[in-house]
């Protein structure tokens, strides 16, 4: 088992140090991998003519003046706010988070689920590690656009290359703090020891990536009444099949957190 683990310790290494080159490598040549904002257009006009559940609302950061974001209302008074982050390449009513979203509503959160900056379809999954800057600032948007709203306390859920995107932010001296962070499927170990509660949620069937990650990030989870690493069996990557689960379970762990049972 231990030549096992350092197989993939090493392998994952790897990847780590070569991601990290292709990102330094891509904000020196930061014009050839900028987000493909027309991109971001279309799928922003699919979406709001396309939305059932929720309303779309704008936010604005430096480099970008509107940034779609889709606001869901629980029916009663909120429990709290939830930042949604979606994977790469897609929109915030994509499959699992536009199901996330909806199920975290319906439980009585307040959802914002947010535009990332997408490039060409064709990318490189590394290539987005240069809009990791820009991604952050969406999200430090969204987190005052809930609070101004009214939100006290604020948790992050994301997937993927979302998830990767939060851990950036997160990682930013210029953060806010947070009360809950819910990773799915996450790419990467904590580029910073967790500072909030963290539900670290996979798949059984999951990328060799994120299977690699995960020892990593296990033994640098908080040690509070909620943090854990669990597994949704039955499922893949994208949980086509278990949003129903997997929101359930995300609901449970931000109901303790917003509660202060941590």
């Known amino acids: ?22 990102a330094v490598l891509a904000f020196g040549i930061d014009a050839a991998q900028s987000a493909d904002y027309a991109r971001e257009e279309r799928w922003a006009r699919e979406v709001v003519i396309g939305l059932v559940v929720g309303d779309p609302v704008y936010l604005a950061t430096a480099a970008r003046g509107k940034v779609l974001a889709i606001l869901a209302l629980p029916a009663g008074a909120t429990k709290g706010g939830v930042v949604v982050v979606h994977g790469l390449g897609v929109h915030p009513d994509w499959g699992l988070v536009g199901g996330v ?10 959802t914002l ?4 900056p997408v490039l060409a379809a064709d990318a490189p999954r590394d290539d987005y590690r240069a809009t990791f800057a820009e991604a952050g600032d969406r999200i430090a948007a969204a987190i005052v656009y809930l609070r101004v ?21 997160l990682a930013r001296p210029d953060a806010f703090a947070i009360t809950a962070w819910a990773p799915i499927g996450m790419l990467d170990d904590f580029a910073v020891a967790p500072r909030e509660p963290v539900l670290d949620v996979l798949a059984e069937t999951e990328l060799q990536q994120v299977r690699d990650a995960a020892p990593f990030r296990f033994p640098r989870m908080p040690s509070d009444g909620c943090s854990r690493q669990i597994t949704i069996v039955g499922t893949d990557h994208y949980f086509d099949n278990r949003q129903k689960a997997l929101a359930a379970a995300i609901a449970e762990f931000l109901d303790r957190a917003f509660a202060g049972r941590c």
């Open 101 to 110: 979203r909806t199920r975290l509503a319906e439980a009585g959160f307040t």
């Open 149 to 169: 709203h009214g939100a006290t306390k604020v948790a992050l859920v994301s997937h993927s290359m979302g998830a990767s995107m939060v851990n950036a932010y």
């Open 113 to 116: 689920s947010v535009q990332m």
């Open 1 to 22: 088992m231990l030549a096992a683990f350092a197989t993939v310790r090493r392998r994952f290494q790897r990847a780590r140090l070569c991601g990290l080159f292709v």
